[in-house]
């Protein structure tokens, strides 16, 4: 079975740090990988998607970026935090064919302080 | 104008209850729908999946999209305090899903 590994589960950073939140899928081979940001009142919105290594499709325009140096796993960062960087962090995985479910981490919860 | 609008709630009803979950979208190149649970501070996790219009039960749970109206909808018959969390509903085209806001439910005994 498919297993979605998502870590820290929570973590505090100040301002103007770097951050780096790793994911990885277990059980699976080429799936797509999804990083969603869950804020209070604004539901979850698509940060980054990957279809495969080394591809990473934007969604947001912000202080963040995204890699996938290998094929199950998939990685959000930024070079220096923002206040406005708080919410849940939540990594996810679907399978390699249109119109398919996503299956998600159990979530960061990051605190910009 | 945000692609899927969901209510956020929070709804309350007693257990055994039925509930009605909403949500629009505006996209019209949505072929996929989805419902999601989601507890507090966990992860969303997947309830029913439709494809395009047309209804879908499972047990307790019964999912119903009109494409038509731009409309998805979420039943639960003989809703348990177990069933308290947040339900997120989501519409998608090809390899990307967008969520609504997610509404907040209640069930007391």
């Known amino acids: 079975s498919q297993t979605i590994h998502q870590w820290p589960a929570t973590l505090v950073q100040p301002v103007g740090s770097p951050l780096s939140l790793e994911c990885t899928v277990e059980?699976?081979?080429?799936?797509?990988l999804y990083w969603y940001r869950q804020a209070a009142g604004r539901g979850l919105q698509l940060l980054f998607y990957?279809?495969?290594?080394?591809?990473i499709s934007s969604e947001v325009p912000q202080n963040l970026s995204a890699s996938r140096p290998q094929d199950r796993q998939f990685i959000l960062s930024s070079k220096k935090l923002l206040l406005s960087d708080s919410g849940f962090y939540l990594c996810?995985?679907?399978?390699?064919?249109?119109?398919?479910?996503?299956?998600f981490g159990q979530g960061t919860r990051l605190t910009v302080v | 104008q945000k692609e899927v609008e969901q209510d956020p709630g929070p709804l309350s009803v007693p257990e055994g209850a039925i509930v009605s979950l909403n949500c629009t979208y505006s996209n019209s190149a949505f072929q996929y729908f989805m419902w999601y649970r989601q507890y507090s501070r966990k992860g969303p996790e997947l309830l029913m999946y439709?494809?395009?219009?047309g209804n879908k039960e499972d047990g307790r749970f019964t999912a119903q999209v009109d494409k038509s109206s731009k409309y998805i909808s979420l039943f639960i018959r003989d809703s348990q305090p177990s069933d308290s969390a947040t339900y997120l509903c989501a519409g998608g085209d090809t390899d990307k899903l967008i969520f609504g806001t997610g509404t907040r439910l209640q069930v007391f005994p």
């Open positions: 059980g699976t081979s080429n799936p797509n």
């Open positions: 439709t494809y395009s219009s």
């Open positions: 996810a995985w679907g399978r390699q064919q249109r119109y398919t479910e996503a299956f």
């Open positions: 990957s279809v495969g290594i080394g591809q």
